[in-house]
Every structure is written in structure tokens, then in C-alpha cells.
């Protein structure tokens, strides 16, 4: 998932691939340790774990770095990170074992499974698919809906009776945007099809059968884990460790949590079409069905002219993959996000070759391994992703410091709310999330989310009646906005944000009114 979109840092690196063929392919690995625990070092980062698969065959499988900043214990090949939207590949395998048993088909109606998920846009309701629900182009807004379950206690049904007042800003199936929320009802449809919930059912079709006794796909069980590795955010340039997040109600779409140890696993089932120790899981059509095109992704030109060499020549989305061409081979890729973490898996079924990295800290290095890794088996010359990555960070940094001089520059000194503090104290609502409320406490307002702790700001008089937000989430969300609004009365009308996005979280989606105060 975030799902921040991290995706900047993370977009230019899945960009910096080489084409040159010079190096060989005598000892891919070599090296590789002195170079993940000097990148682990420049980074500043606690620690990561990595995992190749090549001809069937694990070749690594290793961790680097401790558990926890501060604190010893190390990474291994054991040790539990979250895999994030790399779960929505599971729910795309639950879904094709669940073809395969003749129990549905990826072109059937969501609304024969999910009577209760109405979209904006009627007619959308009555012709959505399963194989819409997989390919991001319901035409709802990129990572629309994460203000419903990100840190919020509503279950995925919930979540789905919500998402109508979701307006569409595409017509349907005609553009590529990212979605959490059809992932999640893909899984509640695994649920209705199969009368097992989704973590149910991919533990004992997938986990079980793969021998993945490490993974899990609930909180509950992952508090209970021993080699646990935890979240890591950069504050004020330190890696400052975070507690999980309950994340159970977006399971379908990435609550996974795993090792490179059964990633291996995962990945040996993947480029073996399905097989696993002599024992199909699914069919050569469903392997075959899950790594094809299905909606085209956009494919702009790289950001910068020295990196023209590295445009693809097709990006699309397959089910729960993205797909592209690097150095003539098809490369089959997803990377995850959650609080604190990151990791990507990388397939090249024409090298018989698979990569995860997973890490503790999201920004960008668990790519740069990746790629680095991916060179030197594809006969790429070394380059020093982890240095690029890291200058990438540096300057997005400083940039982010030069945004935040600009807007104290913009300021207007010396303004004043136009009421007294206490007025704006009180209940209000959006019609998609729900109430929100506004308190005076010891002369500051607070603002709180019904629904969602994370969601707690104390409210700094910027100018007029515009407010900054101080999130006190320990995550370290970043400060915006938010502007009262008045009717020609004088009256508070609402509020609205203006917030930088978070990992799946869009504020501007929020249409906050005023509840009126009963006589």
C-alpha cells in the first residue's frame, strides 16, 4: 500500500534501470553483503532481509541489521516485516483458485457476491466485475477511500457501504488509478464465494500448503510474533521505531506480514505457475491469467534527460502485478508500503529469477537493493543504486524544508480568528466518513476523527481562520490545513483541508459541515 505516496522516491527507482551489458554473471551476489550493510549505514536505516530465488532454488536468504534501532537483535531470514499492497497478489490467487473450482469467473458481477457495495455512478454498480475490482479502473479516484480505514476501527463492510459518495473522476474502466478499497471487496468477495473469511482462507489454501508458518495476515497474531521486525520513521533525520498499526479491516489489499524466508516460498510457487512440490494450487490457466495484461498503466517519460535510457516500452497492471519490459525480459513487480515499512518482489520468468526485499523503513532503499541485485543477474555493469536513491531522499528533503519556508514567508502576520475560540467547538460531519468534533481544551482546539485515533490534531491559529494541523500521531503525518468556512450569516458552515497527502489518505475527499446545535 501507501500506500505516502512514497511513491515519488519509490517511482524514480523502479526508473533507474540500466542497459548496458558488460558485467557478467559469474558471481551475482557477490559483494552484496558489504553492499547492503554499507547502504544500511548510509541510509541510516535499522536494517532490511532479502531473499533470491533462481532456477527453483533458494540462493539467499538473509537479513541485515537489528530488529529495532537501539536494540540488538538482529534480522533474519525469520524475522517478520509487513509486505503491504504485496497482499493483494494473495487475494488475486485466492480468486484464481476459486475460478478453478468453477465457483466463479473473473468477468462475474460484483453485486451477485456483494449485494451491499453500491458505487456513486449506478450503472458502475451494475456492470463492476471481478476483473475490475483487480485492475484499478473503477474510474474512483487514486487511493480514494483511505480516510475510511486507515487507523479506523469500521470492518471492511463498512468500508464498502461508505465508499458510494466516493464521486468518480474518470469514466469507467478507461484510466488507470490505484485502489485499496476494490482490493478489499475482492477479498469480502473470497469470503461470500468460499464462506471463510479472506485471512481464513489464504492461510489455509496459500500459507498452509506453501509452508509458510511464519506469516499472518491479523493483528491479533501478530502481536504474538517473537522475531518481529518494527516500523521505522525518519524524524528530524533519525530512525525513530513505531508500534503496528491495526490494519485487519484492509486486509485483502495489505495486512500480510512475512519473511524472506516464506517469500521464498511464495516466490517459488509464482514462477513455477502455480505447482509446489508436485502439488498444483492452481491451474496453468490461472498463472497464466494473473502475469497478463489487463489495464494499461501510464508510462511518462523519466523525470530527468540523463535517465531517457530507462523509458519502458509498456507498463500495464496484470492481477495484483505490475508488469514491464526491462532489458528485453518481462519483469513482474509489486512493491508495499505500510507505517514504517516497505518491500518489493521482483519476477523475471525468462531467468527463472525472483527478489524480495523487505525493510523497516520506507524512501526507497529496499529498491535500490532490488535493482542492484537484478543488474548483476541480467549482466548489468554495478551501479550504486542505494547512492542515487539516497541523493534522490537528500534532495526531497531539502526541498520539503524550502516548501515550509515559502509558506512562513506567505504568511499574513498579525490576523485573528474571526470568532472567539470556543465557537468553534462542536460536532461536525462528512456524509462519507461520518462525525468529526472540534473541542476548546485549555484555551487550544483539537480536532478528532469519531472513527480514527490516528486522526487527532491540535489546531495552531495560522491566519484569519485557517489553522494548522499538529497530527500527534507518533507516524510523524505532515502539518497542514484546514479553513473555516461562513454563511451570510456569520455562521460556521464547515471546514476544509488542506492537507499533504498521507501513504492512502486524501483529505481533500472530505466535504465537512457544521452539525447545527439542537435548540
Avoid at 519556508?405 to 485573528?416: E, H, I, M, S
Wanted: with cysteine; aromatic share 10%; charged share 25%.
Amino acid at each position: 500500500m501507501r500506500q505516502r505516496t512514497a511513491a515519488t522516491s519509490i517511482s524514480v527507482l523502479v526508473l533507474l534501470l540500466s542497459c548496458s551489458l558488460a558485467w557478467g554473471q559469474a558471481a551475482p551476489l557477490k559483494g552484496l553483503d558489504t553492499y547492503a550493510n554499507g547502504a544500511i549505514h548510509d541510509w541510516n536505516v535499522p536494517g532490511l532481509a532479502i531473499t533470491v530465488v533462481k532456477d527453483g532454488k533458494v540462493v539467499l536468504s538473509k537479513g541485515y541489521g537489528v530488529r529495532k534501532v537501539g536494540e540488538p537483535a538482529p534480522v533474519d531470514e525469520h524475522t517478520l516485516f509487513a509486505i503491504g499492497s504485496i497482499s493483494k497478489s494473495f487475494t488475486a490467487m485466492a480468486l484464481g483458485m476459486l475460478v478453478d473450482e468453477g465457483k466463479l469467473s473473473w468477468d462475474d458481477p460484483v453485486s451477485r457476491y456483494l449485494p451491499y457495495l453500491q458505487l456513486y455512478d449506478p450503472y458502475v454498480t451494475r456492470e463492476l466485475t471481478i476483473r475490475d475490482l483487480l485492475t484499478h479502473r473503477s474510474g474512483l479516484p487514486d487511493v480514494s477511500g483511505g480516510i475510511l480505514w486507515y487507523g479506523s476501527d469500521y470492518n471492511r463492510e463498512e468500508v464498502l457501504k461508505r465508499i458510494v459518495h466516493i464521486k468518480p473522476v474518470s469514466s469507467f474502466r478507461s484510466t488507470f488509478a490505484y485502489q485499496n478499497v476494490m482490493y478489499m471487496a475482492a477479498g469480502e468477495v473470497v469470503h461470500a464465494v468460499s464462506g471463510k473469511s479472506w485471512d481464513d482462507f489464504i492461510r489455509e489454501r496459500i500459507f498452509t500448503p506453501l509452508g509458510m508458518d511464519e506469516s499472518n495476515s491479523l493483528y491479533r497474531d501478530l502481536q504474538k510474533s517473537k522475531n518481529l521486525a518494527m516500523p521505522h520513521v525518519r524524524l528530524e533525520g533519525k530512525s525513530v521505531a513505531i508500534e503496528y498499526r491495526d490494519s485487519d479491516n484492509i486486509g485483502p489489499a495489505g495486512s500480510i506480514v512475512s519473511s524472506v524466508n516464506d517469500m521464498a516460498r511464495y516466490m517459488q510457487l509464482l514462477l513455477a505457475e502455480g505447482t509446489s512440490q508436485g502439488k498444483k494450487l492452481y491451474s496453468d490457466k490461472v498463472a497464466r491469467e494473473l502475469f497478463t495484461p489487463q489495464m494499461l498503466v501510464p508510462n511518462p517519460p523519466s523525470p530527468r534527460p540523463e535517465l531517457k535510457s530507462l523509458d519502458a516500452r509498456f507498463r500495464a497492471y496484470g492481477f495484483g502485478w505490475f508488469l514491464r519490459d526491462y532489458r528485453g525480459r518481462k519483469i513482474i513487480s509489486h512493491t508495499g508500503g505500510m507505517d514504517g515499512m516497505a518491500a518489493v518482489v521482483i519476477l523475471v520468468p525468462e531467468e527463472n529469477l525472483g527478489i524480495t526485499v523487505l525493510s523497516h523503513q520506507d524512501g526507497g532503499i529496499f529498491n535500490a537493493m532490488a535493482y542492484r541485485i537484478l543488474d548483476a543477474y541480467l549482466g548489468a555493469p554495478p551501479t550504486d543504486w542505494a547512492r542515487i536513491a539516497l541523493k534522490f531522499r537528500t534532495e526531497g528533503e531539502q526541498k520539503e524544508k524550502e516548501a515550509e519556508a515559502a509558506q512562513v514567508a506567505a504568511r499574513t502576520q498579525g490576523t485573528k480568528p474571526s470568532l472567539e475560540l470556543g465557537r468553534y467547538a462542536g460536532k461536525y460531519r462528512d456524509r462519507m466518513y461520518g462525525d468529526l468534533s472540534i473541542a476548546n481544551e485549555n484555551g487550544r482546539l483539537v480536532l478528532r476523527f469519531s472513527h480514527s485515533p490516528a486522526f487527532t490534531a491540535d489546531l495552531e491559529h495560522w491566519q484569519y481562520d485557517t489553522f494548522r494541523t499538529h497530527w500527534r500521531d507518533p507516524m510523524g503525518f505532515p502539518q497542514g490545513f484546514m479553513t473555516f468556512s461562513f454563511d451570510s450569516g456569520g455562521k460556521i458552515r464547515g471546514f476544509t483541508f488542506d492537507q499533504p497527502k498521507l501513504l492512502d489518505v486524501n483529505f481533500d475527499e472530505l466535504a465537512v459541515e457544521r452539525v447545527p446545535e439542537p435548540n
